[in-house]
DNA sequence: CGCGGGTTTGATGATGCTCAAGCCCGGTGG
DNA sequence: CCACCGGGCTTGAGCATCATCAAACCCGCG
């Protein structure tokens, strides 16, 4: 029923075949389209989602009106605006599909009860939380140390796949980097 | 003893009298000087540092040899090189006091236990976790949207008291700015 | 076939860096 | 108590990186 989510689940804790069924009263199955939307700016965020299935990006409008790309999500990975979700406020992002996506989602207020049941789930989330701030404080060195052009390349390099799936304005965004000089660098590589 | 801690932990999750001498065990206090290190490039990052008073800051040395300050820590933080911490690899990073200051540690090996003990502390942590999480999306979106100038005025006004308390190159370096351009800045805003 | 979103190309210019020199000021030793 | 260091801050000139704006181009899709 959710195979990625297990398996990366079981990864981190144990999960044995009676305690399944309580972790599918919590969560449930969202299928979306190519550009349909999970979260939209003024929403508040209500849950956390998990990329069973196709690929997300998180972006929000800046001051020049463009979609600016925040973050995006593969499969494996956990999404969620952490402000908007924990202080109840309006989010200022939307969460798109970029494909065609299986999604899971686990809903905030649900979170607590499903502690209760099963704590060995609030020591995955916690875990997974850790690496991701591990990964976040790469990402900021990285943005310190490295010239858009390094930046770029170390993406490529990092996702060989990636630049691929996503349209080059989206990848542009996510660097910091206006879609232009993506081009340009691209140009320069061959 | 502890009296920043306990109050910063009981803003998240219950902690009644009989259970303070458990978490005792497991923690202990630092204090350390001005410009002393609580870890070093190269080392395997052990604990989980929180500010009971002063100040600390992480930061790195870059391809140019310089400080590259990375980020602060001040009353009521928690400050750790996750990477190393969970992986066991050397750290790229130095922890400092910036002041004398009195440092609570949490060594890693023993939060499990202490998460076995007090489960609420796994609670604790996934909480400020979370928030650590929100605070940085923030951070990420300036570094996006902001010109070095507006990043500048923005911390600025954010911590009106910090800029007093550090030296202006640590301030400049965790901008992402050259002292040079701060300098400028500054004398440009009066 | 024409439309439109996305990419490329070129010309121009601003932001913010580099390097070099001078300055300020607190600390240290004589 | 003074002299002299030296770290940090300031100032200036020149310049690289990368953004902006505008136009052309490409190509999948209705």
Request: with cysteine.
């Amino acid at each position: 029923m959710y195979p990625n989510l297990i398996k990366h689940i079981r990864n981190y804790v144990d999960l044995n075949e009676t305690e399944l069924p309580i972790l599918y009263k919590y969560i449930k199955t969202i299928q979306v389209a190519k550009k349909e939307l999970l979260l939209e700016e003024g929403q508040i965020c209500k849950s956390n989602y998990f990329v069973e299935k196709g690929c997300l990006r998180m972006y929000y409008i800046n001051s020049k009106a463009e979609e600016q790309t925040f973050q995006f999500a593969l499969e494996n990975w956990w999404m969620t605006d952490y402000k908007s979700l924990i202080d109840k406020t309006p989010s200022e992002y939307f969460i798109q599909a970029i494909e065609k996506a299986q999604i899971v989602s686990l809903d905030y207020q649900k979170q607590e009860q499903l502690f209760e049941e099963l704590p060995q789930m609030e020591r995955y989330f916690h875990m997974i939380m850790q690496r991701v701030s591990a990964l976040t404080q790469l990402r900021i060195k990285n943005i310190y140390e490295l010239s858009k052009e390094e930046l770029f390349l170390d993406f490529s390099a990092s996702f060989p796949g990636f630049v691929q799936r996503v349209p080059q304005y989206m990848l542009a965004s996510y660097l910091g980097i206006t879609a232009e000089y993506v081009s340009r660098l691209r140009k320069k590589k061959s």
